[in-house]
């Protein structure tokens, strides 16, 4: 069983930085994803970025491009989303979800076929 557990939010003012870590368990699979999503209050879940397990390629939401950077510790199956310039539109409950690339595609969250999901990790941002 896929286990996902992220952590690392908090309240920050804007232009601030947070680093939010995901550590997964159980992925049996050579080539999965770990994306981070994230939802505010009366909108969808949407995705912001994620990362291949197998080659490192890496995806960001034009949202977030140039200050969120994904990176992953494979020997401590734990994903990092470090954010940077935070601002009141960051604002969300943030998950981590796992899935797998789809092959000869593009890695995006589009792209992925996602299949598992951790708690969520509020992150609050006041202007």
């Known amino acids: 069983e896929v286990q996902l557990q992220a952590s690392g939010g908090g309240l920050v003012q804007a232009g601030e930085s947070l680093r939010l870590a995901c550590v997964a368990s159980?992925?049996?699979?050579?080539?999965?994803?770990i994306g981070w999503f994230r939802q505010a209050p009366g909108k969808e879940r949407k995705g912001v970025s994620c990362?291949?397990?197998?080659?490192?390629?890496?995806y960001y939401d034009d949202s977030v491009k140039g200050r969120f950077t994904i990176s992953s510790d494979n020997a401590k199956n734990t994903v990092y989303l470090q954010m940077n310039s935070l601002n009141v539109d960051d604002t969300a409950v943030y998950y981590c979800?796992?899935?797998?690339?789809?092959?000869?595609?593009?890695?995006?969250?589009?792209?992925?076929?996602?299949?598992?999901w951790g708690q969520g990790t509020q992150v609050t941002v006041s202007s």
């Open positions: 979800g796992a899935g797998v690339r789809q092959p000869f595609k593009t890695l995006s969250i589009a792209t992925s076929r996602w299949s598992a």
């Open positions: 159980g992925i049996t699979f050579d080539d999965y994803v």
């Open positions: 990362v291949s397990r197998a080659d490192g390629d890496t």
